[in-house]
């Protein structure tokens, strides 16, 4: 799953956050679903799972303000 979304994600550097939906076939195989790229919302994963960052929020905002 990792690699096939690296893999999509290269397909569009110019977006750098993603958020992607991926599904998966019969075969065990990974299929996009659709890739969020205007405001991808991770506040049901975080309420669920916690920061979806974790401890590199700030690796994030430093990366977040050298693109902006």
């Keep these: ?3 096939f979304v690296l893999n999509a ?3 569009i550097p ?5 958020g992607w939906d991926i599904g998966v076939d019969e075969n065990d ?4 679903v659709e890739a969020n790229l205007e405001s991808p919302s991770v ?10 960052f ?3 929020i700030e690796e ?7 693109i902006t």
């Design 1 to 3: 799953m990792k690699s």
């Design 9 to 11: 994600h290269a397909r």
């Design 14 to 18: 110019m977006c750098a956050l993603v």
């Design 29 to 32: 195989e990974p299929i996009l």
């Design 43 to 52: 506040n049901v994963s975080q309420l669920c799972c916690g920061p979806i």
């Design 54 to 56: 974790g401890d590199r």
């Design 60 to 66: 994030v905002f430093d990366y977040v303000k050298i």
